[in-house]
């Protein structure tokens, strides 16, 4: 059974540090895509970025350029999405999602999402 | 950036049809843009149930469908049943970036 599975909800202060994960099992993980993409409160969805499992590229948004880095560890199937200082603006709901077709331009199974409250 | 745009809000009878559609301020949107379909429900992750236009997701319900509509995406929902209540969004790709659309609220009464 193919599943992404995200790291637990987090609170946290206004310049503080996080990452959080997305692990993937049932599937053979260098084959697709992981998507990034945020949710915040009361909105829309926002595509955050993606990076390829066979040679660890990505690709953030223009907007999310500079603010978060996403990265992989293949040994474990795990994919990240960091913050060096965390805003109050970050708070939102992340999914991470397989995305396929060229380039990772289609999506099927999602994570169930990780809250990120940032608040001093 | 370019913009996509949906319907705010729609509102459909239980058995009927409603078509959402999903546009690109700067071009007509064609299948190179991968057009893909999410449906969220309340407090739930979004669900993917249609990408590349009109391929839908092993569990997509036959009542969903996605196609291309007079220079826009656009997904039907036919025989709509009280579960389809949701919020639909829709995601282009572009030459730099996706683009998701600011989704479109399905209310079914």
């Known amino acids: 059974e193919v599943q992404l599975v995200q790291s637990g909800a987090e609170v946290k202060k206004p310049g503080e540090s996080l990452t959080i994960s997305c692990k993937g099992s049932g599937y053979t993980f260098v084959n697709y895509w992981i998507t990034w993409v945020r949710q915040m409160p009361g909105k829309g969805l926002e595509w955050v970025g993606r990076?390829?499992?066979?040679?660890?590229?990505?690709k953030s948004d223009p907007s999310f350029q500079g603010r978060v880095t996403i990265s992989l560890d293949k040994s474990t199937s795990t994919v990240f999405l960091q913050w060096d200082s965390l805003k109050t603006s970050d708070t939102a709901i992340y999914y991470c999602?397989?995305?396929?077709?060229?380039?990772?331009?289609?999506?099927?199974?999602w994570g169930q999402g990780t809250l990120v409250s940032v608040s001093s | 950036q370019t913009v996509v745009t949906q319907e705010p809000s729609l509102t459909v009878s239980p058995g009927g049809t409603v078509t959402l559609t999903c546009a690109s301020s700067t071009e007509t949107v064609t299948s190179a843009h991968y057009p893909s379909w999410f449906q969220q429900l309340p407090g739930q992750a979004p669900r993917p149930l249609i990408y590349s236009s009109n391929t839908k997701n092993s569990w997509t319900p036959a009542r969903f469908s996605g196609s291309l509509l007079g220079g826009k995406a656009a997904l039907t929902l036919s025989g709509v049943q009280p579960e389809d209540e949701a919020t639909y969004y829709c995601l282009l790709h572009f030459i730099g970036d996706p683009v998701f659309g600011g989704g479109t609220k399905v209310t079914v009464l």
């Open positions: 999602a397989r995305s396929f077709c060229s380039g990772g331009k289609c999506s099927d199974y």
């Open positions: 990076i390829d499992p066979r040679d660890s590229f990505s």
